[in-house]
């Protein structure tokens, strides 16, 4: 299966013990209009702006007091977003997500310059939305 990859640009942001990547809204609003259409009834966004995680605070905690700690805030990047939608089912919140595979080789040197693997446990992804039953 082939599958087109685009390129969109992000700010990267330090927040707490977080860094995520802002993405653009009209990318995920699009993306938003097709999945509602598909199932024929609204789907809620993410609670913060559209973003891809970069280092997941909750689960890679203490790393915001390291040394090169918000090196690379604000910085504008680009990164590459796939048009395949993809779906998961979170049994444990009855629910379903919706998300767009990321690719950036930056981010991986990002996370590896805190002493972290160049990826988290998941693909960088650009979250749409989720619906649940």
Not at 10 to 24: E, F, K
Not at 82 to 111: K, M, N
């Amino acid at each position: 299966m082939y599958t087109q990859f685009y390129v969109a640009k992000g700010i990267l942001r330090y927040q707490g013990d977080w860094i995520t990547v802002d993405a653009p809204h009209d990318v995920v609003n699009y993306y938003k209009w097709w999945v509602e259409k598909f199932l024929g009834k609204k789907i809620s966004t993410s609670y913060h702006n559209p973003h891809i995680t970069v280092l997941a605070g909750k689960h890679e905690q203490g790393l915001s007091k390291h040394p090169l700690w918000k090196k690379y805030e604000g910085k504008e990047l680009d990164f590459l977003y796939q048009s395949e939608i993809y779906t998961d089912h979170d049994w444990f919140f009855r629910g379903q997500y919706f998300w767009l595979r990321v690719e950036c080789p930056f981010l991986a040197q990002v996370r590896t310059e805190l002493g972290l693997k160049p990826n988290l446990k998941w693909p960088l992804h650009l979250t749409i939305g989720f619906c649940g039953y």
